[in-house]
């Protein structure tokens, strides 16, 4: 690793898992289309230039292209990246960067512990900073590839060694 948390480099960005998640999502939305109340009200041929048959076609158009194309967007926007001894997770609705000098600990978790947490990740990376009780950063690890994963928690595993080396220095 060096002497220099600076020396570090890393990218990842979503694996696999969005889209088997966006190809569930599209079976789902055509199943939905089938199955729905509005697929039941089938259109006669007459009907297609209507402006019912446009609705018709325009609903079952947003359930089947437009919900995946989302989940889609949604899962590909996040990213990890350690760059100039910096770490950053990138999501769809924002950036968190903490320096990997101020990195004390970190967890993986999974579930959820009550209420306080639905607004977590269900499996997720925790790591903290200078402050001990709430973590710096979570990553929503669902998205990310096994392998990119395992790369970064030995990338945490040497920084947080090497913390503690130079603390007690």
């Known amino acids: ?49 209507s402006v019912e048959g446009y609705l018709y076609l325009l609903k079952a158009f947003a359930y089947i292209y437009f919900i995946p194309a989302i989940i889609f967007i949604w899962f590909l926007g996040f990213r990890v ?23 004390s600990k970190y967890n993986i978790q999974h579930g959820y ?12 990376l925790e ?10 950063v979570m990553l929503n690890l669902n998205v990310f590839g096994n392998s990119d994963c395992k790369q970064l928690f030995d990338i945490l595993k040497k920084v947080v060694e090497f913390n503690e080396v130079e603390k007690k220095k």
């Open 113 to 124: 512990n009550g209420w306080n947490n639905l607004r977590k990740p269900y499996f997720r």
């Open 1 to 49: 690793m060096g002497s220099n948390l600076n020396d570090i480099s890393f990218f990842m960005k979503a694996g696999k898992k969005p889209f088997i998640s966006g190809g569930l999502a599209w079976t789902l939305g055509y199943i939905l289309v089938i199955i729905s109340d509005f697929s039941k009200d089938r259109l006669s041929l007459d009907q297609f230039g």
């Open 81 to 103: 990246i350690i760059e100039d001894g910096v770490l950053i997770y990138k999501t769809l609705f924002g950036i968190k960067e903490l320096h990997l000098e101020n990195i």
């Open 127 to 136: 790591i903290f900073g200078k402050r001990k009780k709430e973590p710096d």
